[in-house]
């Protein structure tokens, strides 16, 4: 499951989650995306995203797994059962008056208006087409995120103003998302799901391969942006256009303490070197340069650079004359 760890939220988290600040939550992805529990010798219950429910289980709430069953005629049944309350935690009481709902603890999204209710669980079991099956799933995650995703009208949600901008990131470096944000000062915030989120920032050899991330994104209508690669130059250029931010024709000092690991003057040099390579010959005369050879750890920091240029560099030669080469657009 991933192993759990004990969180301490800043005071907006733990406002737009509407929990206390110390929280559980998971260290890690589970294992297995899929677990199969046997109830009964013809029943069967299946979590459908283990990490969904670890996550519901955190936050004191009950999961709404598939449950699956066989009949005496070889016949499977699929369905969905609604949560329980707990005895003592009930948050929703009914209006006998106006046919809403009241919340004991705070009123939160639809379901406080009276426009979404709760749907009762059903002793009526039905066989749905494959096509049913796959609405029925949606609407049921949908439901059970409510609380989790609506916000309180106390308190503005992710959508409910521009800045700061709440993005998910799928496959790409969490780490160096934080490090561009905080060098950069860019208004976003990461969020840890994609229900509180305005945006994807994903991989673009993840979202190729995940049809399910780009079915998610579009029944939510929240727009999945791609990076080409998992490094600094791109998640920057990814996350100014996520902004709608002018990217700057020359990377700016900030940008480049993003590249640079130290004090170190090889480091600086070759990175001045790589500078005036692209200002003075390849972008204004359209041809290729070679640079001097380097170590492998500063023509990474060289390759970072060209690409904040919106520019091709190669290595090519054999170590230790490995050197650089940049190409004009």
């Known amino acids: ?109 639809w379901r406080s208006t009276g426009r979404m209710k709760a749907v009762a669980s059903s002793t009526n079991v039905r066989t749905l087409t494959p096509e049913q099956q796959s609405f029925e799933r ?17 308190f503005p949600g992710p959508n409910g ?26 208004p976003i915030h990461l969020t840890k799901d994609m ?24 029944t939510r209508q929240i727009p999945i942006h791609t990076v080409k690669s998992n490094n600094v130059p791109q998640i920057a250029i990814a996350l100014r256009r996520l902004l709608n931010m002018e990217e700057p024709g020359l990377p700016s000092e900030a940008e480049l303490s993003l590249i640079v690991r130290g004090d170190n003057e090889d480091e600086m040099e070759a990175l001045e070197e790589a500078r005036l390579a692209v200002e003075q010959i390849v972008i204004p005369k359209g041809q290729p340069v070679e640079l001097l050879p380097r170590s492998s750890t500063v023509r990474k920091m060289q390759h970072e650079l060209v690409e904040h240029y919106r520019l091709t560099s190669r290595s090519f030669g054999e170590e230790p004359n490995r050197r650089l080469r940049i190409y004009p657009a």
């Open 1 to 109: 499951m991933g192993g759990i760890q004990s969180v301490t939220l800043g005071d907006e988290e733990a406002r737009r989650r509407g929990s206390q600040k110390s929280v559980l939550e998971r260290k890690a992805p589970p294992t297995f995306d899929i677990a199969v529990e046997m109830a009964e010798r013809q029943k069967w219950v299946v979590h459908e995203e283990v990490s969904d429910t670890i996550d519901l289980l955190l936050r004191g709430r009950q999961p709404s797994p598939q449950t699956r069953a066989t009949d005496d005629e070889g016949n499977i049944t699929i369905t969905h059962e609604a949560p329980q309350p707990e005895p003592g935690k009930t948050r929703l009481k009914a209006l006998p008056d106006s046919g809403g709902y009241s919340d004991s603890m705070q009123a939160r999204g």
């Open 138 to 154: 949606m609407l049921d995650e949908s439901l059970g995120r409510t609380f989790d995703s609506m916000e309180s009208e106390s």
């Open 195 to 218: 229900d509180g989120a305005d945006a994807v920032l994903a991989l673009r050899s993840h979202v190729k391969n995940h049809a399910k991330l780009r079915h998610l994104a579009k």
């Open 161 to 186: 103003e521009e800045l700061p901008l709440h993005v998910y990131p799928y496959g790409v470096s969490r780490q160096q998302l934080d490090q561009v944000i905080r060098t950069l000062n860019l």
